[in-house]
C-alpha cells in the first residue's frame, strides 16, 4: 500500500501569502495519478489538481500542482479567501489507492 | 457528471445497495470508483471497478462490499453488508475519465439503532 504523508498537518497564513503545501508518497505513484482536493466545511471535495500537474476545469492559475514519482507539491501562488479550507492528495495509480491525511490552511 | 443515491439510515447489521448513474461517461471504458469521509474525518477510498470488470477494495470493507456495474444502464453498485457504525460515512462515487477524476456530490450512509 502507499502512504500518503501530507505535511505540514496546518498551514497558518494571511490572504495574499504563498501556500506550498507537500505530499510524499511511500512508493513511486504509477503514471503520476496523483490529484489533490479542496475540501471546504459541509461541501464534497473539489478537485484541483489531476495527473500530478493538470488543472482541473475552472480552477484559477494561481493553484500549481508539481512532482513525480514519490514526491509532490500544490502551490498557491497567493491565498484569497476563499482558498482557506483542507487540501488531500490521492494517489490512484496503485491499488488499494490512498488519500493522505489533509493539510488544513487556515488564516 | 455523476449522481449517487440509495443512502439512509439503517440498523447495524443491515444492507444497503449504493447506485451511481453516470452522464457523458462511459463505464464501460473508464473506471469507476467509491470513497467515504467519516463524519469530522479524512477520505477513505473504497473500491474500485476497472473497464475489464476487475475489482478491488479497501481492507475495512473487503468481504462485506461489493461494487458492481451495469454497462447498459452506465450505472456503477456498492452493495454494503454487514454494516457497522463506522461504515456512517457520506459515500462518494468518482469516474476517471483518461487519468481525469470526476465526482459525484455523495450520498449520507448511517449506522445506528
Known amino acids: 500500500e502507499i502512504v500518503l504523508t501530507q505535511s505540514p498537518g496546518t498551514l497558518s497564513l494571511s490572504p495574499g501569502e504563498r501556500a506550498t503545501l507537500s505530499c510524499r508518497a511511500s512508493?513511486?505513484?504509477?503514471?503520476?495519478?496523483l490529484a489533490w482536493f479542496q475540501q471546504k466545511p459541509g461541501q464534497a471535495p473539489s478537485l484541483l489538481i489531476y495527473?500530478?500537474?493538470s488543472r482541473a476545469t475552472g480552477i484559477p492559475d494561481r493553484f500549481t500542482g508539481s512532482g513525480s514519482g514519490t514526491d509532490f507539491t500544490l502551490t498557491v501562488s497567493r491565498l484569497e479567501p476563499e482558498d482557506f479550507a483542507v487540501y488531500y492528495c490521492?494517489?490512484?495509480?496503485?491499488?488499494?489507492?490512498?488519500f493522505g491525511q489533509g493539510t488544513k490552511v487556515e488564516i | 457528471q455523476l449522481v449517487e443515491s440509495g443512502g439512509g439510515l439503517i440498523q447495524p447489521g443491515g444492507s444497503l445497495t449504493l447506485s451511481c448513474v453516470t452522464s457523458?461517461?462511459?463505464?464501460?471504458?473508464?473506471?469507476v470508483s467509491w470513497v467515504r469521509q467519516a463524519p469530522g474525518r479524512g477520505l477513505e477510498w473504497v473500491s474500485v471497478i476497472y473497464t475489464s470488470g476487475r475489482t478491488y477494495y479497501a481492507d475495512s470493507v473487503k468481504g462485506r462490499f461489493t461494487i458492481s456495474k451495469d454497462n447498459s444502464k452506465n450505472t456503477v453498485y456498492l452493495q454494503v453488508n454487514s454494516l457497522r457504525a463506522e461504515d456512517t460515512a457520506v459515500y462518494y462515487c468518482a469516474g476517471y475519465i483518461s487519468g481525469k477524476p470526476y465526482w459525484g456530490q455523495g450520498t449520507l450512509v448511517t449506522v445506528s439503532s
Open positions: 457523458g461517461f462511459s463505464v464501460s471504458s473508464n473506471f
Open positions: 490521492h494517489q490512484y495509480g496503485s491499488t488499494p489507492w490512498t
Open positions: 512508493q513511486s505513484v504509477s503514471n503520476n495519478y
Open positions: 495527473g500530478a500537474s
